[in-house]
């Protein structure tokens, strides 16, 4: 799940959890549910952005119509 | 009057204009000159009519297309120029012109001046406007880069991304970032990428270079599709702090590639230190919480009593009162016996029985039984009943005493 969208609307949750949690206003039972989910939230939101899988692609355009292409780029890597 | 005629040389008007025009060009050729630009207007035919002047004199002037395409600034009233070409006659209106060739600003370099006119064009349209530039995605994970395969700021982001976030993927249109053609290219490439859709962020690059190589990104077409793109822009144009109009369009510019990709990698470990904040106050709060509560119920426990505990109280006291009631019990009933034992006693004292066994007699009235306690109620004549303690008698009243008892039986 790289999704710029889903991503930000986990961190959201994540915040609003974060803020009801702190409230004081939860039951135990609550604040537990609350605790459980806000652990997961953050630790998926961590994975997602500790994930070493990459993809580089060269955006082609042919007769309108969008093609991607694998680009590799440890040719890159020395200094050209 | 016919050697006169003869001698006379008598021109057409053409002839003489043709004559003029060919002492022009062989005194004059091609010259340079300086002046003011006047009345300056664009044919439909693309042509530049204006005039150069001076103080005292003015100098009517024409700049064909074909040679006016490459003026790369923009000709306007009041600018001072310097012109190259040839001195030349109009016929049709007899008048003597400067065909320019070509035109650069007085003081200052032709390319300057037109980034500077368009420069201030484009801030009069809004272009560079704050209020117009977006806030880059929380987190970008789709980066696409406007740039040349070949060319060394490809290279350098791609390397920081992989090292710093290698969570993100990058998407490169590669277009030719110098030369003829070039900004057409970048133009078209983020326009594309808008179309595409699929990238969070679009990072127009190059290496760094002289400001000639880097001119494509000051071209109007180039700030103004930076400008329309709805996915945000980052420009990372050159390696020196000449900033072109793509810098100034774009919602944020950087001075060079790497730092482009550095912005990425910095939000990335932002967010993870975030991330980290959260995990920690998460657990810090429920920890508090579930501390407050515990301390909560050893008050509570201290004061409430569990129902087995009050169950036994309650027992407690039904066999207490069960003891006392039995002995309360066993109390009366003792009293009642004693009381019962006297009772007996006294019931016995008083019996008539055990008084006549001692040698009383009781005597009633007949015929009605009445016992007699008062001899008054007695008269001669009437007769009684006397009981003893074995048998009785009956007895006619013959005397009555009436005196209370003197004693003596």
């Known amino acids: ?80 | 009057m016919k050697k006169n005629n003869s001698s006379r040389r008598i021109y057409t008007v053409s002839e003489i204009t043709q004559e003029i025009k060919s002492i022009l060009e062989n005194n004059f050729g091609q010259v340079w000159v300086e002046g003011e630009v006047s009345n300056f207007r664009v044919a439909s035919s693309g042509h530049f009519y204006f005039s150069l002047k001076d103080e005292s004199a003015i100098l009517a002037t024409a700049m064909f297309s074909r040679a006016n395409k490459d003026v790369k600034f923009k000709l306007e009233d009041g600018l001072r120029v310097i012109c190259f070409g040839k001195i030349d006659i109009y016929p049709p209106r007899g008048q003597y012109q400067l065909i320019v060739e070509r035109v650069e600003p007085k003081g200052i370099g032709a390319q300057q001046l037109a980034f500077e006119q368009l420069k201030n064009k484009l801030f009069k349209e809004g272009l560079f406007d704050p209020g117009h530039k977006r806030l880059l995605p929380l987190m970008p994970f789709q980066v696409g880069i406007v740039t040349s395969i070949a060319g060394a700021a490809v290279r350098d982001i791609l390397q920081i991304l992989k090292k710093g976030a290698p969570c993100v993927d990058a998407v490169i249109r590669s277009v030719r970032v110098q030369g003829e053609g070039s900004a057409k290219e970048i133009a078209l490439a983020v326009e594309e990428f808008n179309e595409f859709k699929q990238v969070d962020v679009i990072i127009i690059s190059r290496g760094g270079g002289s400001t000639e190589d880097l001119w494509s990104f000051n071209e109007e077409q180039v700030a103004r599709a930076v400008y329309h793109s709805q996915i945000p822009t980052i420009s990372a144009v050159g390696h020196q702090i000449n900033i072109t109009l793509c810098d100034l369009v774009a919602d944020v510019f950087v001075e060079t590639p790497s730092a482009a990709a550095k912005i990425i990698v910095d939000k990335k470990n932002a967010l993870l230190r975030e991330l980290d904040g959260y995990k920690h106050k998460l657990s810090f709060d429920i920890s508090e919480i579930i501390h407050g509560l515990s301390s909560n119920l050893v008050a509570l426990k201290h004061m409430l009593k569990s129902p087995k505990d009050r169950l036994l109280e309650k027992q407690q006291l039904c066999d207490e009162i069960n003891e006392r009631l039995f002995y309360s019990m066993q109390h009366y009933l003792n009293i009642i016996k004693e009381r019962a034992g006297s009772l007996i006693e006294t019931l016995e004292a008083l019996s008539p029985l055990a008084v006549l066994s001692r040698g009383y007699s009781l005597s009633t009235l007949l015929p009605e039984g009445l016992i007699i306690k008062d001899a008054a109620k007695l008269k001669p004549g009437d007769r009684v009943k006397t009981i003893l303690a074995k048998g009785s008698f009956r007895a006619l009243v013959e005397e009555v005493n009436s005196r209370v008892n003197g004693g003596s039986l």
């Open chain 1, 1 to 80: 799940m790289k999704d710029k969208q889903s991503f930000e609307d986990e961190i959201k949750r994540l915040q609003k959890i974060v803020d009801e949690l702190s409230s004081g206003k939860l039951t135990l039972g609550e604040s537990l549910k609350k605790y459980e989910e806000g652990v997961k939230l953050a630790q998926g939101c961590s994975a997602i952005l500790n994930e070493a899988q990459r993809k580089v692609e060269l955006l082609m355009k042919k007769e309108g119509k969008f093609s991607l292409e694998k680009f590799d780029d440890t040719s890159l890597k020395e200094e050209a």
